[in-house]
């Protein structure tokens, strides 16, 4: 089995999954899905390619504000 057992942001179980575009996370698809339709995602992807056209590599992320925060 794989390192990836549980979401990190809802604890469920793992299939597919991929990084939240918001922090660290390794997300399930049904994070994914929440994720994909917030109304910062845009925001949160500039600030990643703009961290790695700077050359950070490891940039955290803006934050996850939630399913129905924003980030300030």
């Given amino acids: 089995m794989g390192k990836h057992l549980k979401c990190d942001r809802c604890g469920g179980p793992m299939g597919v999954y991929r990084m939240s575009w918001f922090n660290?996370?390794?997300?399930?698809?049904?994070?994914?899905?929440?994720?994909?339709?917030?109304p910062d995602l845009q925001k949160a992807i500039d600030a990643d390619t703009e961290a790695c056209s700077r050359g950070d590599y490891n940039f955290k992320g803006i934050g996850w504000p939630g399913k129905d925060g924003r980030v300030s």
């Avoid at 660290?24 to 917030?38: S, T, Y």
């Fill in 24 to 38: 660290r996370d390794e997300i399930c698809r049904n994070c994914m899905a929440v994720e994909e339709v917030h």
